[in-house]
């Protein structure tokens, strides 16, 4: 079963930046699409950006365009999240999932890691 850890979170002041981790034990991600989503205390999960499977294309959401980057590492058992410039509003819990084709079938399935804190305060 596909485990992810998700890390590099903390307090950063606004202005700051954070890189998080996203890695996987004894598995290469670079199979599988990874997503990082966010949720606000009182708010719904959001999605923050994706990578697709081998890192060709990605897509990122307005609200952290041109600030937040997504990117495979070199392990290819990591994908990270740069986040510059970040704003109060950028505090949530951040977590990354893997979109796995379940074998045999033609479905799907996410796995999801537990989160990691970001708070961007003064």
């Known amino acids: 079963q596909l485990r992810l850890v998700e890390s590099g979170g903390g307090l950063v002041q606004p202005g700051g930046s954070l890189r998080l981790s996203c890695t996987a034990s004894d598995v290469t991600l670079d199979e599988y699409a990874i997503g990082w989503f966010r949720q606000a205390p009182g708010k719904e999960r959001e999605g923050v950006s994706c990578?697709?499977?081998?890192?060709?294309?990605?897509f990122t959401a307005d609200s952290v365009k041109g600030r937040f980057t997504i990117s495979r590492g070199n392990a290819k058992n990591t994908v990270y999240l740069e986040m510059d410039s970040l704003r109060p509003e950028d505090t949530a819990v951040y977590y990354c999932?893997?979109?796995?084709?379940?074998?045999?079938?033609?479905?799907?399935?996410?796995?999801w890691g537990h989160g990691t804190h970001v708070t961007v305060s003064s």
């Open positions: 990578i697709s499977s081998g890192g060709g294309s990605t």
């Open positions: 999932c893997a979109n796995v084709k379940v074998v045999g079938t033609s479905s799907w399935e996410d796995y």
